[in-house]
Structures are given as C-alpha cells and as structure tokens.
C-alpha cells in the first residue's frame, strides 16, 4: 500500500478521487496537465492503487468511474496513527473500562441510596 502511495502521480490521482467519484478519462486529462504522461501509463497507475486497496473501480456503461475505497484508506489511516500516538491502539478497551467503571460506581450508589427502610434509622426523640 505505500509503496502505491510512494509515486507523486499515484498521490495526485488519490486527491481527485478524494473530491468524488472521476471516470477515468477525466483522471487522464487532470493529470495530463501536470505531466506528460500517456493514458497506457496512467491507466497503470490506476491498477496499482486498486490492487494496493486504495481505489474502487465500478463500470458505467463503457466508462470506468474511480473513488476511494473506504477500507484500504482506514487501513492506511490507522497504521499511520499508530505511529504519531502509539496509544491509540489501547483507546477502546480503555473506553470499554471506563465504561465498565462508572456502572460499578453508579450501582454502588444506588445501592447505598437504597430508600427501603433498613430498621436502622435514627427516629427523633
């Protein structure tokens, strides 16, 4: 997958598709106008990054229509995030914890506010 993402044009055809959906020979032409390039070799470029899971490709009659494939970019995404906050991987189940915590906690309380009479009260005099 980063190896796909290591070229500069594969990177440019990923922030197309970022805007929307783009058939191919829109694809071609916007990239035309950074580089010369040839369709053959553009079409390559597209094969890469539906292999390497970061684009999807659906036919339209006789046009191809490229996004990005949701799955492939959370992938990209979550590797990356382990590397700037190596924490990340714990939020969940310490969310979960939390979570489990604070029902402890509140039945506890409810428990200790328990408003049935336990024979034990204090009855002014």
Do not use: C
């Amino acid at each position: 997958m980063f190896e796909a993402l290591g070229d500069p044009v594969r990177r440019a055809i990923l922030q197309m598709v970022a805007d929307g959906e783009q058939p191919a020979g829109t694809l071609v032409s916007g990239i035309r106008e950074h580089a010369p390039i040839s369709q053959p070799a553009v079409s390559q470029h597209l094969k890469v990054l539906r292999e390497a899971g970061l684009v999807q490709v659906r036919s339209e009659g006789n046009r191809r229509i490229y996004a990005l494939e949701p799955a492939g970019i959370a992938v990209a995404r979550e590797w990356l995030t382990g590397l700037v906050d190596p924490l990340a991987q714990f939020t969940q189940p310490l969310d979960a914890l939390a979570t489990e915590v604070a029902r402890g906690t509140r039945a506890r309380r409810e428990k200790t506010a328990d408003p049935r009479p336990t024979g034990r009260e204090i009855r002014p005099a």
